[in-house]
């Protein structure tokens, strides 16, 4: 019997959604944006001012995109750092500025370059499939590089004989080995986020929305993937919650992501996934972005991502790979 709500859920709702005039921020950044002839991406888990004035906003593949084929001089890219810093290795000649630059991600973290190369070591002939979250030390390291959105896909793709590490989300890898039916090695990283979300606190939530479908994303635990009717990257959530008949839907992820459920769906209400202690769960490091730090970013084109050039070239060919693999 699951336990009763003693909580207020957070619940995101479409219905009568009408976007809010422009703050003063908000224009000064469009206007700086036009002097800069500069272009705008956020990741889906941006707070929503940030959303509603990009000019894309998406999940990590399609920000890969949007960056390799960016016509502008700047790139100011409102997401955690490795995500700027991709955008940077697709596009060496522009300025990639990222608001914060201390917006970091728990899961590239957890797979510094070095403890990669020292495995690869000692374990010569690995095939390495790193995540996107994680450093372009780490990418460079790597074979190919895939997202939540097409690793399944990636990793379908490797030869069969090849002894396959996948770094640095054991979650995530856990889900792709299982829907490939392929080994995988699994590096030890997880998402201090996703790994928050659980079943006991998913069953309390539903026990209030009996019919509301659940999508989660695969970043969380076993446990609640098994849970959920859909597990997908973010943007394949927009067409699960497109399709789904029901109005109501429990979103387990960041809840950035429910600003692009309302903006893009009408008619329905999304609900954050719970913690066994919040109603919701942010992404510090995502959260890190504010509109006041756009602006002093365009204004004054800092903090500018910077590489090393040989690194940069070397982390470019695993994310070319993938860039053509899932074309
Ligand atoms: P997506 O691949 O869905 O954009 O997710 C990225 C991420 O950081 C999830 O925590
Ligand atoms: Fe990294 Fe998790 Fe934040 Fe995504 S939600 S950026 S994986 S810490």
Redesign the pocket.
Known sequence: MPEVLDYQPLIISSKGFEEEPLTTVQQEILDLKKEKNAIILA???QVDAIQRIADYVG???GLSYKASEADADVILFCGVHFMAETAKIVNPDKTVILPDLEAG?SLSDSCPAEKLAAYKEANPGTYVVAYI?CSAGVKALSDVIC???NAAEIVQRIPKDKDILFVPDQNLGQWVAKQTSRKLKLWPGC?Y??VLFTVQSLEKLRAKFPGAPIVA?P?CIETVRDLADEVC???KMLGFCKNTQSEDIIVVT?SGMLNRLRREISGKNFIAGPTDTCACND?RFMKMNTVEKMRDALKYLSPEIELKESIRQKAFVPIKRMLDWSR
């Open positions: 990741h889906n888990y999940d990590s593949l991600c979250n997202t939540s959105g998402c986020a996703h994303h970043e990257s973010t943007e960041e992404c």
